[in-house]
C-alpha cells in the first residue's frame, strides 16, 4: 500500500494526495483500465467462489450466515483485503457506486465475523468453535497477523478515499487484540514471528490515518520483539538482530515486507541505526540479488548465504547467494516484486534519489506487468526469465498463467499496485514536483510551501522518449520541477522557454531541477531511446557470454512466433546488429516491438540436442531476421519457448 507521510517528520518528500493524479491515455491509461475493468471483477468472483476459494464463505461461517467447516489457504482473508485496496480505490475513482456498496456489505461481514476481543482470522475462528484442534497463535504459519496487516493497509485506504469509519473501526479493535498480544509477549519474554510482516506497515498507516500514537508504539514494539525470538531462521530474517543485519536474506517476500516497514518506521522516528541496516541490504538486493527485470527471490528453496554451513537451513522463496540467478527455475514471487516496490518508494521518501524510482519503474514494468496477462484474468505466481519447449522436471507451478492458483496472494497484490500506479507519478517536497514513474497524466498539485497548480503530462513512454509538462492554473510563487533521468539515459535534453540543457552519461541516476515560473509554463523531457544490449556479473553463471535487448526501461524477450527457427536454443544475437522499434498489437494492446538481424546456429548432422556432452560441431552461422516484444507481453500468444538471455556471436573486431 502507498504510504501517507505529509506530516512525517523524516520524510524529505511526501505523496499527493490519492486521487490528485490520473492517467489521462496510453501505456499506464490502459493498465489501468485492464485492472479495473477485468481483474477486479475477476478476483471478486474468486473470492465470492464457494467451489473455487472458499474465502468469502469463511467469513460468512463465522458471522453464522453459513455453516461449514473452514477451506482454502490459510492467508485468504489477508488476500481479500489486499482485493478490497484494489476493489476501493478504483472504485472511488470511476466513481461506480455500486462496487462502493458492495464493499459495505463485506466490511459489515467482516465485522459480525470478529470476535468482541478483536480477534480475526477466520481459520482460526471457526477451529476453535468446532474444537478440531486448530487455536489461535499455535502456528507461525496461519498467517494471522500478516492478515491483520492487510487489514490495516485496506481500512486507512478506505477511510481516506470514502471519509468512512466503518472499516477503520474493525481495524481499530483488531490493533487492540494486537496490542494486548504483544505487551504480553514483552512482559513473558514468549515472542513469535509474524511471518510476512505486513502489519509494520499497516500499524504505521494506522498512526498516520488515526493521529493516534499508540500505534506508532506498538510498531515499534512489534519490531523490537523480533529480537527476542527463540531458535529464529534465516527464513523469517529473525536468527540475527534486525540491526545486525547486513545482507538480504531468506523468504524474500518477507524480507521485503520487513524493510518496507521498517523503512516506514525510519520515516517517523529517523532511527539511524535502522536507516544504516536498510542501505546495507538494499545494496546487496541491487548489486547482487536482482533480475534484470525487476525480479528477487531467485530460489525456490535454498539455503542461508550467510555461511552457516553446519546449521545449513533450508528457506523457502529464497534470497540465495550473491548472484545466484537462475533462468528457467527463476522463482521471483509476484508478491516480492510488490513488497520490494513498496520498500523503495519508503527509501525514496526518506532520501529521494533516482535509484529507488528507477527500481520501481524497472519493476513495475516488467516483472509485475508479466505477472498478469493482458486480458487482466490469468496471473503468475512465479516469473522465469526463460521457458524451454519441455522440461525433463517438474516445477511447482505452473509454466503458463493460470485464472486461479492455490496460493492466490499474488494477483490481489498485484491488482492493488495497479490500481494504485498512478500514486507513483509525482511527490513533492517544499517548493518542488519530484517526477517518478513517467507516463501521460494530469495532476492537481499542492506543494507544502502554498504552491498550487495543474501539471499535464504528455508521452507515449515507455515507447518513445518525449516527456512534456505543461503547468496551468499556478497560485502562488514560483516552484521547482525535479526531473528524474533513468540510469539507463546515455543521452537526451531538457527544454525550459528558451533554454536547452544537454543531458550525457553523467546525469543518468539523478534528478536535474527546472524552474517553473509563470502560467502555462512548459518544460520538455526528451530521453534518447536507442536499443542496447545489457550484460550480467562474471558470476551469474547462467548468463556467461550472454546478452539480453532493452530499450528505454522496457527488458524485452523472444518467443516462437517472432522467429523462424524450430528452437530458440539455435539463436545467436549479432552486437554489431541494431534493433529497431516496430508498433505491433497482442491481444489488442498496442506495444512497441523491436525488429533486427540475429544469427541462427547450423549444426552438423550428427549434432544431438539430447546429449548432455558432445564434441562442437557448428557448421555456421547465418542471418535470421527476429522480432523481440516487451517482456510483460510474454505468454499471451500460446505455450512455447521464450528467452531473455541469449549468447553472443562474438568476433575480432577491426
Not at 473501526?169 to 514471528?193: C, F, M, P, W
Amino acid at each position: 500500500m502507498l504510504n501517507d507521510t505529509h506530516n512525517s517528520p523524516y520524510a524529505k518528500v511526501s505523496p499527493l494526495p490519492c486521487g490528485c493524479t490520473r492517467w489521462t491515455k496510453g501505456f499506464w491509461a490502459d493498465a489501468e483500465e485492464s485492472n479495473t475493468k477485468n481483474t477486479v471483477p475477476h478476483l471478486q468472483k474468486m473470492f465470492e467462489s464457494k467451489d473455487i476459494s472458499h474465502v468469502l464463505e469463511n467469513f460468512r461461517i463465522c458471522a453464522g450466515d453459513a455453516e461449514g467447516s473452514f477451506d482454502g489457504t490459510v492467508f485468504g482473508d489477508g488476500d481479500f483485503y489486499k482485493w478490497m485496496e484494489s476493489a476501493v480505490y478504483s472504485a472511488s475513482l470511476s466513481g461506480d457506486q455500486a462496487l462502493l456498496d458492495e464493499l459495505d456489505e463485506y466490511i459489515d461481514l467482516i465485522g459480525r465475523a470478529q470476535l468482541d476481543d478483536g480477534y480475526i482470522s477466520t481459520k482460526q475462528i471457526i477451529g476453535e468453535r468446532e474444537n478440531n484442534g486448530i487455536s489461535r497463535l499455535g502456528d507461525i504459519n496461519d498467517f494471522e497477523v500478516y492478515n491483520f496487516g492487510h487489514m490495516f493497509t485496506a481500512a486507512c485506504l478506505h477511510k481516506r478515499l470514502t471519509g468512512k469509519d466503518n472499516f477503520l473501526d474493525i481495524a481499530k479493535k483488531a490493533a487492540g487484540y494486537l496490542d494486548h498480544l504483544y505487551q504480553e509477549s514483552a512482559r513473558t519474554g514468549n515472542v513469535q514471528t509474524a511471518v510476512c510482516p505486513s502489519h509494520y506497515m499497516g500499524l504505521m498507516e494506522m498512526y498516520r490515518t488515526t493521529g493516534e500514537k499508540k500505534y506508532l508504539d506498538l510498531a515499534q514494539l512489534a519490531i523490537r520483539l523480533r529480537d527476542s525470538v527463540k531458535d529464529g531462521l534465516d527464513d523469517n530474517q529473525d536468527r540475527i538482530p534486525v540491526k545486525e543485519h547486513r545482507k538480504i536474506i531468506g523468504h524474500a517476500v518477507r524480507a521485503n515486507y520487513l524493510y518496507a516497514g521498517i523503512a516506514d518506521l525510519c520515516l517517523e522516528t529517523g532511527d539511524g541505526e535502522y536507516i544504516n541496516v536498510l542501505h546495507s541490504v538494499w545494496d546487496n538486493l541491487i548489486h547482487q540479488k536482482l533480475y534484470i527485470t525487476g525480479g528477487c527471490g531467485a530460489l525456490y528453496n535454498g539455503a542461508s548465504p550467510y555461511g552457516q554451513f553446519f546449521i545449513h537451513q533450508l528457506v523457502h522463496q529464497a534470497y540465495g547467494y550473491d548472484y545466484q540467478l537462475p533462468n528457467i527455475t527463476a522463482y521471483n514471487e509476484t508478491c516480492a516484486s510488490v513488497g520490494s516496490v513498496l520498500w523503495a518508494y519508503r527509501m525514496f521518501q526518506l532520501e529521494p534519489k533516482a535509484e529507488y524510482f528507477d527500481l520501481i519503474e524497472r519493476t513495475m514494468l516488467n516483472v509485475n506487468l508479466a505477472a498478469v496477462s493482458l486480458d487482466g484474468k490469468k496471473y503468475f505466481y512465479e516469473n522465469m526469465l526463460r521457458r524451454a519447449k519441455e522440461l525433463p522436471y517438474e516445477l511447482i507451478w505452473p509454466l503458463t498463467r493460470s485464472e486461479y492458483i492455490l496460493s492466490y496472494c499474488c494477483p490481489p497484490n498485484l491488482a492493488r499496485t495497479i490500481a494504485e500506479s498512478s500514486e507513483y507519478a509525482y511527490t513533492v517536497s517544499d517548493d518542488a514536483l519530484w517526477t517518478g514513474m513517467y507516463g501521460a497524466n494530469r495532476a492537481s498539485v499542492q506543494l507544502p510551501c502554498g504552491t498550487a497548480f495543474t501539471v499535464e503530462q504528455e508521452t507515449a513512454y515507455p515507447y518513445d522518449g518525449t516527456i512534456r509538462f505543461t503547468f496551468s492554473d499556478i497560485r502562488g510563487g514560483d516552484f521547482q520541477l525535479k526531473l528524474r533521468i533513468p540510469g539507463w539515459a546515455e543521452k537526451g535534453h531538457i527544454i525550459c522557454g528558451d533554454t536547452k540543457l544537454e543531458l550525457t552519461r553523467e546525469q543518468a541516476g539523478s534528478y536535474q531541477p527546472v524552474s517553473v515560473s509563470g502560467d502555462h509554463a512548459s518544460v520538455e523531457l526528451y530521453l534518447d531511446m536507442p536499443s542496447r544490449y545489457t550484460v550480467s556479473h562474471a558470476l551469474v553463471e547462467e548468463n556467461t557470454c550472454q546478452a539480453a535487448v532493452e530499450r528505454g526501461p522496457l527488458v524485452y524477450c523472444i518467443e516462437n512466433p517472432d522467429s523462424e527457427l524450430d528452437t530458440l536454443d539455435d539463436l545467436m544475437l549479432d552486437p554489431t546488429e541494431t534493433f529497431h522499434p516496430v508498433p505491433m498489437q497482442i491481444e489488442g494492446r498496442d506495444m512497441m516491438a523491436l525488429e533486427g538481424s540475429a544469427l541462427a546456429v547450423c549444426h552438423e548432422e550428427d549434432y544431438d540436442p539430447d546429449a548432455l556432452y558432445q564434441t562442437l560441431s557448428v557448421r555456421r552461422l547465418t542471418p535470421t531476421k527476429i522480432r523481440m516484444i516487451p517482456y510483460f507481453a510474454w505468454d499471451n500468444r500460446g505455450y512455447g519457448e521464450m528467452k531473455i538471455w541469449m549468447p553472443v556471436a562474438l568476433r575480432q573486431l577491426p
